[in-house]
């Protein structure tokens, strides 16, 4: 179903179609999230991707226009870097640990740690927030940075009207200087 | 290629092909909003692949169910998925919004400059500016 | 302004309801999924509908722009500055630990201090960029 | 007790003071807190390494989590010393920054533009100094998100497109980098790279491994810049203001580099990355067609900025080019050619600056005749494009002195790479010289009033041309610094 | 004073003379005699080196350290002193020419146009100040090439040299002027980075060192094919030794005005190069070293071929100063010659032959600009008759021409007297035969100007009564010559004859470097 969501993405010149659909694909994949045990991901995922995301799409094209015109040029060096980096990808899948087997490595050394010290050491229940917050807090600083940044982005390119462009302002004001 | 790899690895490749699918979007079309959408549907495909990563198969979420101050005896018995790869796609998800919105206000920016949000388009009127000066 | 009565009532009587609902998801978001960032987009949210019902302008009069730009900066400070607060304790940078004579008290105190910093500034920034998507269009039609 | 927390103040204090430029309001203000701050993190980072110097790896464990179960800030001769070229650019251009800013973004913007420009180092910064992959993915797109903005801050509209585009291609490698980071996660079950360093050995036959090698080295190709990743640095560079250019094209690569040889040689080790994965071989072709081919490009340009941003994309094929020698001389012409091209690039992009200040263009027809109108910014333009060019008694010949060294020393066909060099550098030679010839033996036809740019521009970019002679005449010390730091590398970050 | 002290100073008077040139620049009279003063100055202080020197002393000085293990050092040893004592008295001589010349001339309409094409630009004082300042850093920088203690600063000032003529040969700003300065760049700093500096590295690389040391850094490092080919690297490298076909810079550069053409492309600069193949030669290979790898024969028909093909070029230019130029190249590569015969009557022969070309070619290109200034006249054909109007002028071409020439009573002659011998000795006939040859032809295109000069029939008479000594205002196209130009020109035609008596000093220092 995903995979359906995603070629219709491709297929679809519509952009409201798009945005809605890319929420779909969102939805989805927080379900999917949730199947594989990540509910704090999934809920985060619905949030921000069928929520936020949508509502900013929306916005974008309400301000932008919703029309794509047809891809002109013939897609083969796109469609070439992106089989190559699949192929790579699944041939780099190939040694990968089985899907779900508990004596993957990625699943001790550090992981065992949180799980099992978690509760003496900070003492809440939820270990994904005791991880978040306080074994990589700084992580999520710099997430919190991270927003913060693009507040300042978006800030920096949306506030206030339309600029004045040229330099008729520095001339006059060049008398100051110097 | 045996039954078994592909039985314990076919979720990855699932999220593979989204993945290039979201990335085949990006990089193929002209539209600087598509291009946006690409982008969202590729992060969170690679999202999806660090989730599998840490997905334990009859696992539970990493939400200890014990007291958390009784003595964790039972966490040995019930089988947690790893919680890491869920911290660290909360932090991508939320840079992916980050990267998003940036994205947009730029391409409002464009429309505004440009009147059109097609890559063509743009080029061909920077080709004129450019020609011009 | 919008006519449809119900709908303004409806967002009325929810917006109360999504705000209780983010302050549970921050709160309990040491016991269930949760936490901070997700607080913040429902909080967020919630002024998102009501824009979209009352219009921008009613909303700015309650949540102004200048406070939102506002918060978003004040939860980053806050999160820092926890940090910086157990520097000062003598502790490494955000070793929570120092905020409480028991480690694990001050890991809980540390943990729903920066998580109240992720509150404030997703709130503010999400509320922050909602304001320029949406005031761009009303000023330039 | 302040000196223990060195590492953690050097990110968090320009980070705190992002915020803080917001609430001042006043452009002014907002000026005068980010001269202070970088001046600030400059301190900070000298300390740093005058202690890594003295002491060793400084490690900094965040939030009392004793690595790798925390996040660990780790500092070695190699970071300290990129520490100290992003800081040192960073406290010269802010102070340029004032003035310049003025002219070319609006008043309301300023102390915004501050906290995204503050929030730029801080990212920056904080890829640096880190010990933990994944935090070097946090703080890239602090970076990243902050330099789109400030790029899109140009005064034409291209300079929108540009930080589109930049936009578009960093966060491909960003995800890249997610990526390979996310495999190498899932074969080791750690972020932290002295950890990863040690147990990586263990799984370097895997083929997951290696692709992960494959896609952090194109995500981080991507953000360097590397030929033919490249494309969207000369826009980027050409339209952003004059003080975004000189800040990014000084350290924003100079970091990318950076990660890339932390990846490849601290984490991966020289025997993976030289021996496993033939990096040297790839590289070597990829640098070279960089430097030729870009060096090239460069000669053909009319604006004088897309100029130099294509000489940048030449010069960082210089960096990778010491790298693809896999010796330690290589390595220290890479890490002296990071210092010395950020001194360079610097003080040009500021000279241009100091242009754009005055006749709003730097076309190379615009131009004509600056040398008697602005003889102080058209003299530090003759400097900073001598030691782009390598012309002894600058920085720049220090590290093609090395580089030439290191193709010499491996003997043989290697001869040839070394005549690339040469030969490029005449090529430099040439781009440069259009300009100075145009400034200096042409008669100024402009606008009467056109006068010497302000002290407050003048100064900051004196001093890094005075750097670029300074260095180029004493470089005991930078470089044995730089020679410290290449041969730490090539021991593995365990040392 | 020490003479390490000594050392120092010759570097920096130059540097502060430029400094108080740049101060004075607005005062015409004042900046001249600083000028004036510097020059004197350093050739005392050099006089003073070349007193320590000749007891044997090698007074030595470190400025600065690069690159760690290479500093920039700075040593005198007999053939540097040979150098910066003919470079640092010309000097001063240029000074007083230079003074005549630029200023020293009635100003007159016809004749500023002809000062702007030469690239003086009376009307603005700035300009000519800006000729004494860099004219004072050229001669810092030949200073330093002159005292380098190692490679490697040797090659730090041949690019100071480079960049600090750069302004001179474009003084004029003209689109001529750009031009030249584009092959002088060109040329020059495409050979000094492509070879010199790629053989510069190599040679650090093979010997791990670039220090000047007697006998030479390479024997017992270096063997086989990759002697010859660095030489080679060396010899076209330096390209202000412009060896064929790296010498088109040096035509370029004569756009000059003449007294830089006639210090610097006649004296310093190609000096400098050929100074610097020696210097290579005798201290880096070591000239037994290369003798016997045999590594220079090739390089010597290198030589002997631009010997040849330069004077016949000169021959076919019609213009003094081109011609003069294609002289220089060729004059140059005797030297070059010289050093690649590699043995010790080669290496006295090719050293005294820098001093003795010098004071030769600055004789001829004082007497070229004289004629330029005096007469508009720029040509070869159309100085006939002249030398009647100008016997001073012409006399002392005729000098200078016998010294290029190698005819006694000049100095000249005992340079090609003794690379004549040097080739005997390493059995290269054919080299003695192109010396021969190369002396005849320089003797017909040389001769040929004061020869037609006195007994030539002018096309068109000048007017032969308004060239009185003191007259100051007369008709026609003649105009008296600068007495400070005259005073120069005098000074180095005898300077010509003396050394023909006794070039007792520069062979002394010679046989200092190559033994006895």
């Known amino acids: 179903m995903l995979g359906a969501a995603g070629l219709a993405l491709l297929r679809i010149r519509n952009l409201f179609a798009v945005v809605m659909l890319a929420g779909i694909y969102s939805l989805l994949s927080a379900g999917l999230f949730t199947v594989m045990d990540a509910v704090d991901v999934a809920f985060t995922e619905a949030a ?131 | 290629m045996s039954v078994d790899l592909f039985v314990s690895h076919y979720n990855y490749w699932v999220v593979i092909f989204l993945m290039m699918v979201g990335f085949y979007i990006l990089i193929s079309r002209g539209n600087l909003i598509k291009k946006i959408v690409g982008l969202n549907v590729f992060q969170t495909s690679v999202f999806m692949l660090y989730i599998s990563m840490g997905k334990i198969t009859g696992g539970t979420p990493p939400i200890l169910l014990d007291d958390p101050h009784g003595e964790g005896e039972a966490v040995g018995h019930v089988l947690y998925s790893n919680p890491l790869p869920h911290v660290l796609i909360l932090t991508a998800i939320v840079v992916g919004i980050a990267t998003t919105s940036v994205g947009l206000a730029l391409a409002v920016r464009i429309k505004e400059a440009y009147g059109t949000l097609e890559e063509d388009e743009i080029n061909r009127v920077e080709a004129q500016t450019e020609a011009a000066e | 302004m919008r006519e449809e009565i119900v709908v303004r009532v409806g967002a009325k009587v929810l917006t109360p309801f999504i705000i209780m609902f983010a302050l549970y998801v921050h709160f309990h978001g040491d016991y269930s999924p949760g936490g901070g960032f997700q607080a913040g987009v429902i909080l967020a949210a919630a002024f998102a509908l009501l824009a979209l019902v009352y219009g921008l302008e009613a909303v700015q009069r309650v949540l102004p722009p200048w406070f939102a730009q506002m918060c978003a900066g004040l939860g980053v400070l806050i999160y820092a500055g926890v940090g910086v607060v157990t520097v000062l304790l003598g502790h490494n940078y955000l070793g929570y630990g120092a905020l409480a004579h028991d480690p694990e008290h001050g890991q809980h105190y540390g943990i729903m201090a920066v998580e109240l910093g992720v509150l404030v500034t997703v709130f503010g920034v999400m509320v922050t960029v909602f304001y320029l998507f949406a005031g761009r269009g009303t000023m330039k039609p | ?451 010497e740019a302000p002290w407050s521009l003048l100064v900051p970019t004196w001093a890094l041309v005075l750097a670029n002679l300074y260095f180029g005449i004493d470089a005991v010390r930078i470089s044995a610094v730089a020679r410290g730091a290449a041969e730490a590398l090539m021991i593995g970050i365990g040392s | 004073m020490t003479a390490s002290t000594l050392l120092l100073l010759s570097l920096a008077v130059p540097a502060a003379g430029a400094a108080v040139i740049l101060l004075l620049r607005y005062n015409p009279n004042a900046r001249e005699a600083a000028s004036l003063v510097t020059a004197g100055a350093l050739f005392t202080i050099v006089l003073r080196i070349y007193l320590a020197v000749s007891v044997g002393d090698r007074p030595a000085l470190v400025l600065a350290e690069p690159i760690p293990g290479i500093p920039i050092a700075l040593e005198a040893e007999p053939l540097g002193v040979l150098f910066a004592l003919v470079a640092s008295f010309l000097w001063i001589v240029t000074t007083m020419y230079s003074i005549g010349y630029m200023r020293g001339h009635p100003l007159r309409p016809e004749i500023r146009d002809v000062m702007a094409t030469l690239g003086i630009d009376r009307d603005r004082e700035k300009r000519q100040a800006r000729f004494y300042l860099f004219f004072a850093f050229a001669i810092a920088a030949v200073m330093g090439v002159a005292f380098a203690g190692n490679l490697f600063t040797l090659f730090v000032f041949y690019e100071v040299l480079t960049l600090t003529t750069f302004p001179l040969v474009t003084h004029s700003r003209s689109e001529a002027a750009r031009k030249a300065g584009r092959v002088y760049l060109g040329v020059l700093f495409t050979t000094s980075v492509v070879f010199q500096l790629l053989a510069i590295v190599w040679t650090y690389a093979i010997a791990g060192t670039l220090d000047f040391q007697d006998g030479g850094i390479l024997s017992g490092r270096a063997a086989g094919a990759v002697v010859p080919v660095l030489l080679g690297l060396f010899v076209f490298g330096i390209g202000k030794a412009a060896v064929m076909p790296f010498h088109r810079w040096l035509p370029a550069a004569m756009v000059a005005p003449t007294p830089v053409s006639a210090l610097l492309h006649a004296v310093a600069v190609v000096k400098a190069g050929v100074f610097a193949v020696l210097k290579v030669t005798v201290y880096i290979f070591g000239i037994d070293f290369i003798a016997a790898t045999g590594a220079s024969v090739w390089l010597m028909w290198v030589a002997a071929a631009t010997i040849i093909l330069a004077s016949l070029v000169a021959f076919t230019k019609n213009n003094l100063k081109v011609r003069l130029a294609y002289s220089t190249v060729s004059q140059l590569s005797y030297v070059v010659l010289g050093a690649m015969l590699a043995n010790q009557l080669g290496v006295v022969g090719g050293g005294m032959h820098i001093a003795m070309h010098a004071f030769g070619k600055i004789t001829l ?97 000048p007017d032969r009564d308004a060239a009185g000594e003191d007259d100051h205002d007369h008709g026609g196209d003649f105009h008296t010559p600068p007495r400070w130009s005259m005073a120069a020109i005098i000074t180095t035609a005898v300077a010509c004859v003396i050394l023909f008596l006794y070039p007792e000093p520069f062979y002394r220092l010679m046989t200092m470097v190559a033994g006895p």
Not at chain 4, 354 to 365: A, L, M, T
Not at chain 5, 433 to 460: C, D, H, K, N, T
Request: some cysteine.
């Open chain 1, 48 to 178: 921000v991707g069928a929520g936020i995301s949508t509502v900013l799409f929306l916005a974008a094209l309400a301000l932008a226009g919703h029309h794509e015109n047809k891809p002109g040029h013939t897609p083969l060096l796109p469609m070439l870097v992106v089989v190559i980096t699949g192929a790579a990808l699944v041939y780099g899948t190939m040694d990968m640990p089985g899907f779900g087997d508990p004596d993957n490595p990625v699943h001790h050394h550090v992981a065992d740690h949180y799980l099992e010290e978690s509760p003496h050491e900070i003492g809440i229940p939820n270990v994904v927030t005791a991880v978040l917050a306080s074994y990589r807090g700084y992580d999520t600083m710099g997430e919190t940075t991270v927003v913060f940044a693009a507040a300042v982005g978006v800030m920096l390119l949306l506030a206030g009207g339309v600029r004045s462009r040229g330099r008729a302002g520095r001339q006059a004001g060049e008398e100051g200087d110097g």
């Open chain 5, 365 to 461: 290109f004082f007497c070229a600009g004289v004629i330029i200034i005096s007469t508009n006249r720029t040509e070869v054909s159309q100085l006939k008759g002249l030398g009647r109007v100008m016997p001073i002028t012409f006399g002392a071409f005729f000098i200078g021409a016998l010294s290029i020439v190698g005819l006694p009573p000049t100095g000249g002659a005992w340079s090609k007297w003794f690379l004549g011998m040097g080739s005997l000795e390493a059995g290269q006939i054919g080299l003695v035969a192109v010396l021969m040859l190369s002396s005849l032809l320089s003797l017909v295109y040389l001769m040929e100007i004061p020869l037609q000069g006195f007994f030539g029939r002018p096309r068109r008479a």
């Open chain 4, 1 to 451: 007790m302040i000196a223990e927390h060195l590492p953690i103040l050097q990110v968090v204090l320009p980070l705190l003071a992002a915020p803080v430029c917001i609430f001042l309001r006043n452009p002014r203000a907002a000026g005068a807190l980010a001269v202070l701050t970088s001046w600030s993190a400059l301190g900070i980072a000298l300390s740093l390494l005058r202690e890594v110097m003295s002491t060793g790896v400084v490690s900094y464990a965040i939030g009392d989590w004793a690595p790798p179960i925390g996040i660990e800030y780790r500092v070695d001769i190699v970071n300290a010393w990129v520490l100290v070229i992003v800081a040192t650019i960073g406290a010269v251009v802010t102070p340029y920054a004032i003035t310049s800013v003025e002219s070319e973004v609006d008043r309301k913007r300023i102390p915004l533009f501050y906290a995204a420009y503050l929030l730029c180092l801080t990212g920056l910064l904080g890829i640096t100094i880190t010990g933990d992959v994944f935090n070097v993915f946090v703080f890239l797109e602090i970076s990243s998100l902050s330099a789109y903005a400030l790029i899109a801050m140009g005064q034409r509209r291209r300079a929108l497109t540009a930080a589109f585009r930049y936009l578009i291609m960093g966060s491909v490698g960003a995800t890249f980098i997610v990526i390979g980071i996310g495999l190498l996660y899932v074969m080791t079950g750690t972020l932290n790279m002295a950890d990863l360093a040690a147990l990586l050995p263990e799984v370097w036959d895997s083929r997951t491994v290696k692709v992960a090698y494959g896609f952090l080295g194109v995500g981080m190709c991507l953000k360097l810049a590397l030929f033919p990743l490249h494309l969207w640095l000369p826009n980027a560079y050409a339209f952003a203001p004059s003080a975004v250019t000189a800040f990014m094209a000084s350290t924003a690569t100079k970091v990318a580099v950076y990660m890339l040889l932390r990846l490849f040689l601290s984490i991966f080790g020289r025997h993976f990355s030289f021996e496993v994965m033939g990096l040297d071989l790839i590289l070597l072709p990829l640098a070279l067609v960089a430097i030729v081919s870009m060096s090239l490009v460069a000669i053909f340009q009319v604006d004088v900025k897309r100029l130099l941003a294509y000489s940048s994309v030449a010069q960082i094929g210089y960096m990778i080019l010491g790298l693809s020698f896999a010796s330690v001389t290589g390595l220290t012409a890479t890490l002296l050619h990071l210092f010395n091209h950020a001194l360079m690039k610097g003080a040009l992009f500021m000279a241009l600056g100091c242009v754009v200040y005055r006749i709003g263009s730097v076309h190379i027809d615009a131009m004509v005749g600056l040398g008697k109108r602005m003889p102080y910014t058209m003299a530090a333009f003759v400097v900073g494009g001598l030691s782009l060019v390598g012309v002894p008694l600058t920085v720049g010949f220090v590290s093609k002195w090395y580089l030439i060294l290191g193709a010499l020393e491996k003997g043989g066909l290697w001869m040839g790479v070394a005549a690339i060099v040469l030969v490029t550098s005449v090529m430099a030679l040439v781009y440069v010289w259009r300009v100075v010839e145009v400034a200096y033996l042409r008669d100024f036809a402009g606008d009467e009033r056109v006068r």
